[in-house]
């Protein structure tokens, strides 16, 4: 699949972005968030950060799905998700 690389503003909390995209004649469109999760949230501190992420993600919204985990910082690290159905339509135009 082919990518293209947007630029998105780190502000915090919950950032909803919906993308519509022409290809090939055929319109389309994707919905994204972009969540930062910070490390002094976590329900159980253990200094496996990737166990803290586990736990975060086990209780998200289940219409989301994982979609990229970005650079952690010291403090948060950038998670993007899609939405299940965009991404099932994206798996089947890339079969095409």
Known sequence: MAHIAIPIPSLPGKQEIEIEVTINGLKQ???YRV???YWDECEFPTVDRAECIRNMLSR???DWTLYYIGSPTEEFVPITFVKK???SLQRTLVAL
């Open 35 to 37: 969540e930062l999760f």
């Open 60 to 62: 998200y919204d289940q």
């Open 85 to 87: 159905a965009d991404l």
């Open 29 to 31: 469109q994707l919905h």
